[in-house]
């Protein structure tokens, strides 16, 4: 598609991100909003995947990734009693294969480094709704901006833009399990290159990510998460803390005697997770992409890789495609098949990992190790592990 768009882009997360860096490389006039005064990474850790890498490395980000992160090579899971759930290790999909942990601080730096006009963003500034005409943006004081050509809305799980347009949304539910987080230093961690977990049950799992370097912090860093039901986590105290202590030291000692850096509740971080399915991604002229698009269960471990994949797709239909509505149409089938097994999985996974039915958790713990042992299921795991698993057939 030849000229320039002028493009608004709301949200600085992620998918606004790589969505800056991808169009302002086409030519296209950006407008970024950002409701966060002062912008930054929200969240824990993460492993990101084969898919997200090749985005980093169509953007030149490649290496600078790979230096802040923690390369990983397996992840293993046990139950409370030793039991081995989980074994999967990159090599087994593809030679010299393997997911980064990195922190969201880390990626967040050298998303918002490699963009050139980081500078020009409007920041304070939280867009709720769009215009009649579809073509103008207004803010949470009632200012007026645009007109735009075409507007991606990348304002994360909890869209604004996304409540401003009911009718797009299908399925939207908070689910009814979260999760405890913080970073704890590596040191001498034995595991630098595995995420490891361990589970009791269904109703509790404690995961530990090395991520590599902390933004601002000398030493090598992991994740720490411990999942529990939403409400547990939204009334997490001084009691919850000590719980949560205690259940760590009995389930892991060995993660225990990280742990036990941390002071205070104030230390912990909350995380809860929404299920996002939308009837299209697009819109007259709005299009959205990550957590606004899609939001879903974190158990695939797919949040960022995906919202990469998105901005990927979305220039890549506006490079070839004759005009802007065509683009809009080609955008959607792209990602359609893609987002949906990732969707479906992380729907059908998740109470086996996140909730209060035992006889699942026993189920899991039986059938996941010899069932992972078999070639064809194996590969299956590997591709949706890996972020390359694209339809159920294939």
Known sequence: ?????????????????????????????????????????????????????????RLGLHEQVLLRGQRIDRLHGCNH??????????????????????????????????YADASKILTGTCIDQVSDDGRHLIDSEGREHGPFDLIVAADGAHSRLRQALPQLVRRESVYPWGALWCLLRADDWPHANELRQRYAGTREMIGLLPVGQRVGHPGRWLTFYFSLRGDQVDAFNVDGFQKMRERVASLWPEASALLSRIESPEQINRARYRDVVLRAPVQDRIVFLGDAAHAMSPQLGQGVNMALLDAQALTDALANSAN?????????????????????????????????????????????????????????????LTGTKRAWWR
Request: charged share 20%; proline share 5%; aromatic share 8%.
């Open 1 to 57: 598609m030849q000229g320039c768009l002028r493009v608004a882009i709301v949200g600085y997360g992620t998918a606004g991100q790589a969505a800056a860096i991808l169009l302002h490389g086409q030519g296209h006039a950006l407008t970024v909003f950002e409701q966060a005064t002062a912008p930054g990474p929200i969240g824990a850790g993460f492993l990101l995947q084969p898919t997200g890498l090749a985005v980093l490395a």
């Open 81 to 114: 009693r030793g039991r081995s759930v989980m074994d999967m290790r990159y090599a087994d999909h593809a030679k010299d294969c393997f997911g980064l942990g990195l922190t969201r601080g880390s990626l967040f730096t050298v998303l918002r480094d490699a």
């Open 324 to 384: 802007i509505d065509e683009a809009l149409q080609s955008y959607p089938r792209r990602r359609r098949a893609h987002v949906a097994v990732y969707q479906r999985l992380s729907r059908w996974l998740t109470p086996l990992f996140q909730s209060e039915l035992d006889t699942l958790a026993r189920l899991r713990d039986l059938g996941f190790g010899p069932l992972s042992r078999l070639p064809l299921a194996r590969g299956q795991m590997l591709k949706i």
